[in-house]
C-alpha cells in the first residue's frame, strides 16, 4: 500500500497533531470552508466538500455518525449536522484520510499556530 514518502515515525507525529486539533478551532474552520454551501447538502456534495468517497459517506449515515434527512428515498444532510461530524474527534482521527481530509486538517492546524 502507498503511504507517501513519509516515514512512520513521521506518519505517527502528523497523525498526533490531528488529534491535538481543537474541535471548537475545527468548527470554526469548517463553518468558514461551507459557509457559501446550502443549508441542506445531497450525499455528492458531502463526499466533494469532505473529499471522501460518496459510498464512504454513505456508511457514515449507515452507522449513525452523520445525521440525514432522507425525502423520497434520497439522503441529504444538514450543513450543522456535517460540520457538527467533520469537526469531531471521531472524523479528524481517521486513519486512512483522503488527501483533501489532510489538507483540511493542516490549514487547521497552520490557523491555530497563527493564533
Do not use: F
Not at 48 to 65: A, E, F, I, M, Q
Not at 76 to 93: A, E, P
Not at 97 to 108: A, F, T
Amino acid at each position: 500500500m502507498y503511504k507517501g514518502n513519509l516515514t512512520r515515525s513521521e506518519r505517527k507525529e502528523r497523525t498526533r497533531q490531528y488529534y491535538s486539533i481543537d474541535a471548537d478551532v475545527a468548527k470554526r474552520y469548517y463553518e468558514s470552508l461551507l459557509k457559501e454551501e446550502p443549508d441542506v447538502l445531497a450525499m455528492s456534495d458531502v463526499a466533494r466538500v469532505s473529499g471522501y468517497n460518496p459510498k464512504v459517506v454513505h456508511r457514515w449515515t449507515l452507522s449513525g455518525d452523520l445525521s440525514c434527512i432522507e425525502i423520497k428515498r434520497r439522503k441529504y444532510v444538514t450543513k450543522n449536522d456535517l460540520i457538527r461530524y467533520m469537526s469531531s474527534q471521531r472524523h479528524i482521527g481517521k486513519i486512512k484520510k483522503p488527501e483533501k481530509h489532510r489538507q483540511q486538517l493542516s490549514e487547521i492546524l497552520k490557523g491555530v499556530d497563527a493564533i
